[in-house]
Each structure stands twice: as structure tokens, then as C-alpha cells.
């Protein structure tokens, strides 16, 4: 997702996409600050693990494919995402607000590999952040689930919210799938965080492309409070956008799609939709509900991208902005 991001705002003098991720004091941590130099990244956010005894793994992740790209089995050892968010100085620790107050965000992007723990810390500081701060000032976030498994980290920060009897803030976005997103629902009843469906969601698109109950269970998720828009990715069709006030579909943009690997597509979509959201909002460029639209094309055509090649962010990122928005 940061590097899409990156590459989408790469016209700009300094890098304004700050990857913030812990990462081990071995070969495969040298190897991953070197990638990203050479990929125009910064590595200003990159810290190790702090810790008497602690010798952390630097994440990493093999994937098998088969011939038409399509994920058939995979190992991944992502443990370091569940031991630091953020670094840690002097043994002490510098308070996750506070670095947001020196960082002035416009978004705070994370994915399921962060753990529940880890996930309700940043959320919570996060709402703190926004507490005090005016429309224009308060950050926005965006949870890609990652998988099956992770896609449901984010709840647990709610459901204790709500038996403390604490207010919350709903995550700005989440991309989910349609799996994912019915796995996210169906723990969300289990806390108690969202009533049992007694309809369907009235819709136009097509049940060949979503079930109505799915939509049906993102319209519940959404008026629980816990998230306030989802981007649901429906494969070839695209994408479909489900908020409080209505539900759009946005089919992939024309032209020939080359399917090489689907493995990167989900975290291209949602680096270069958050990236073009805010380029568009830091210009003034678009109302909301128009701007989050042009942020998913960008988004399509940035999977798009990815889908042709067999590295995990594809070409032509850089183009995208100049391209298709106007």
C-alpha cells in the first residue's frame, strides 16, 4: 500500500507517504530498507523492536500461484507486526498521540497484520487525535483486512468501547471482499456490535455480481458505527461503494485486463485510493462523495496495473494522477 501511494504521489519533492513498521536486525530487514531507497520510499518510519532478548523477524511472505495468477498456498511469518506499532524511544515509549501530533497525518492507513491489540491502540489514538480538530483537520483512516483471518481485528475495539459505555469513531474506509466482509459481519453479531438482518437492502446491481443480503450486512455495519464507508471489491466487476446515505456501483474501467498475479490488488486499490483522495482534498479539487468516486477509479486502474505484472505493485502508478483525473 505505500509503495502504490508512493509512486501515485511521486511528483511531489518529498515523499509525503510515511511507511511506520517495525522489522528485524537481520538480513532480511537490510534487505527491505534497500528496496525501498530503490524504490524512491522512505525509510525514516522503519525502527526494530526495542526489547531486553528480543531478536524480532523481519516479516516475510512466500506465495505459490498458479498459471493464471490466482493464490493456491502461501507461507507468511508477519509475528513482528503484533510486537511494536510504533518505536519506542529510551525504553519509555513515545506515546502513540503524540507522534501523531508531530506527524499531522491526513490519513492513517493499516492492515490486519497489526494484530486486535495493536489495531484498538492506534484506533484509539487516532479518535483522540480527531477529538479536538474541525472537519478539514481530522484524519482520515482506511483498514485493508488482509484476509479471512485478520479481516475482523478492528471489532474488539469496539465491542469494548461499547460495554465501557465509550464513544467511538467509525473507520473512515475499509476495503473489504465480499468473504471478508461477511466473516466481519458475522463476528460483529457474535459482540453484539450489529442486530440481525430482518431484510434486504433494496439495490439495482445485479445479484450475479453481489448478493443483496452482503450488501445488506455492509448497510449494518455501516449504521453500527463501525465503519462509515466501505469500498467492497468484487472482483471483475469492481467495486461498490456502500455509505449511510446510498450504495454505488463502480464496474472496472474499460480496457483489456491482463491477468498475470492478483496477489497485490487489494493493496494497490487502497494505496492509490487513498492516495488520490488526498491530492484531491489537499487541492480542493472535489466535493466529498465526487472525490471518493475519482479516488476509486484511480484505485481500479491502479489494481489494474498490478494484475499485468508479476511484481506485487505494478507500472504506470506514477501516471495515473496526470492521466485520469482532470
Known amino acids: 500500500m505505500a509503495e502504490t501511494a508512493t509512486r501515485v504521489l511521486s511528483f511531489s519533492a518529498t515523499s509525503p507517504v510515511k511507511l511506520i513498521s517495525p522489522h528485524g536486525n537481520d538480513d532480511f530487514g537490510l534487505l527491505l530498507r534497500t528496496g525501498m531507497e530503490q524504490a524512491g520510499m522512505r525509510t525514516d518510519g522503519l525502527f526494530v523492536p526495542e526489547g531486553e532478548g528480543r531478536e524480532s523477524r523481519t516479516a516475510v511472505c512466500s506465495l505459490m500461484l498458479d498459471d493464471a495468477g490466482d493464490l493456491i498456498s502461501g507461507v507468511a511469518d508477519m509475528d513482528i507486526g503484533h510486537e511494536a ?3 519506542r524511544v529510551g525504553g519509555e515509549g513515545e506515546e502513540l498521540g503524540r507522534l501523531l501530533e508531530a506527524e499531522v497525518p491526513e ?3 493499516f492492515d490486519g497484520n497489526i494484530g486486535s491489540e495493536q489495531a484498538g491502540e ?10 479536538d480538530k474541525n472537519d478539514e483537520s481530522k484524519l482520515l483512516t482506511l483498514f ?5 483471518t485478520k479481516s475482523t481485528i478492528v471489532l474488539h475495539h469496539f465491542a469494548t468501547a461499547k460495554a465501557k459505555g465509550v464513544a467511538t469513531q467509525p473507520i473512515t474506509f475499509a476495503t473489504p471482499n465480499a468473504v471478508e466482509l461477511e466473516n466481519i459481519y458475522e463476528v460483529s453479531q457474535q459482540l453484539g456490535l450489529t442486530p440481525t438482518l ?3 437492502t433494496s439495490t439495482t446491481i445485479p445479484s450475479s455480481i453481489i448478493d443483496p443480503t452482503t450488501l445488506s450486512k455492509a448497510h449494518s455495519l455501516v449504521h453500527a458505527g463501525i465503519f462509515a464507508t466501505i469500498l467492497l471489491k468484487v472482483g471483475r466487476h469492481g467495486v461498490i461503494i456502500v455509505d449511510a446515505d446510498r450504495i454505488r456501483h463502480h464496474p472496472v474501467p474499460a480496457g483489456e485486463v491482463k491477468v498475470v498475479n492478483t496477489t497485490g490488488c487489494g493493496d494497490s486499490f487502497a494505496g492509490a485510493f487513498t492516495a488520490t483522495l488526498c491530492h ?3 487541492k480542493d479539487r472535489a466535493e466529498w462523495s465526487e472525490a ?8 481500479q486502474r491502479a489494481a489494474r496495473n498490478t494484475l499485468a505484472l508479476t511484481k506485487a505493485v505494478g507500472d504506470g502508478m506514477h501516471l495515473l494522477l496526470r ?3 482532470p
Open 85 to 87: 506499532l510504533y518505536p
Open 107 to 109: 490519513a492513517v492507513v
Open 122 to 131: 492506534l484506533l484509539r489514538a487516532c479518535e483522540t487525535y480527531n477529538a
Open 144 to 148: 485493508e483486512p488482509t484476509s479471512i
Open 198 to 200: 430482518t431484510s434486504s
Open 280 to 282: 484531491l482534498l489537499s
Open 292 to 299: 471518493v468516486e475519482k479516488a476509486v477509479e484511480v484505485g
Open 323 to 325: 492521466e485520469h483525473l
